[in-house]
């Protein structure tokens, strides 16, 4: 059998030392953030869809909620948008601590806020019945069912998205630098998902009181 031919030795040369570079970095300067913001960019033009359909079968009808419809509840969903406003403490302490690299307290202050977005999602559920009307029953219930559940597929898979986070933080042996960077990541996506939320409940459950 013929030996393999030998291939010659190329020089190397040193070009740049990345030995000083940053092993972790945070915000802009990470790929998985501009991820991110590109998720709920795509996710948050599917809300914008849901609120011009609302506003574009609102003019059909001269009544809104149509006669016969019962306005929304204001109770439920004020708690579950009270409840979001205090998810904001927990996740903004374990932004901070997950950019000093300090494992204990970021995973203390992640807990907290998992715990926080697990009540949010019980109350969502019967935010629901809060709006007094079915999916089924007519455009109004259909586009208020739609945009409302939407939205409760963001708060879910966020969630999840700590508890995954939660079970490496919490069962790993060692845990890598990147996964500090994904917790700022997970915190920036909660803020937006907050943030377009608060339009969305004035036009489900406050414009209805207003018309």
Request: charge should be positive; hydrophobic fraction near 55%.
């Amino acid at each position: 059998m013929k030996a393999p031919p030998i291939l010659p030795q190329r020089s190397t040369r040193v070009v740049a030392d990345v030995g000083a570079l940053p092993t972790v970095t945070f915000g802009s300067g990470s790929m998985a953030w501009w991820g991110t913001i590109g998720f709920a960019v795509i996710e948050g033009l599917a809300l914008v869809i849901c609120a011009a359909s609302y506003f574009y079968l609102r003019r059909n009808f001269v009544a809104w909620p149509p006669w016969g419809t019962p306005r929304p509840s204001l109770v439920v969903p004020g708690i579950g948008l009270l409840l979001m406003a205090v998810s904001i403490g927990p996740m903004m302490r374990a932004c901070a601590h997950a950019r000093r690299l300090a494992l204990a307290p970021m995973r203390a202050w992640l807990l907290a806020g998992l715990v926080v977005k697990l009540a949010i999602l019980v109350v969502r559920w019967y935010e629901f019945k809060a709006l007094h009307t079915r999916w089924n029953s007519d455009a109004y219930g259909s586009i208020t069912w739609i945009t409302v559940g939407f939205h409760a597929t963001l708060l879910f898979m966020d969630a999840a998205e700590d508890a995954g986070l939660l079970l490496i933080l919490f069962g790993s042996d060692k845990v890598w630098e990147r996964h500090f960077a994904d917790v700022t990541d997970d915190a920036v996506y909660w803020y937006i998902t907050i943030a377009v939320w608060v339009p969305l409940f004035a036009m489900i459950y406050l414009l209805p009181w207003w018309t």
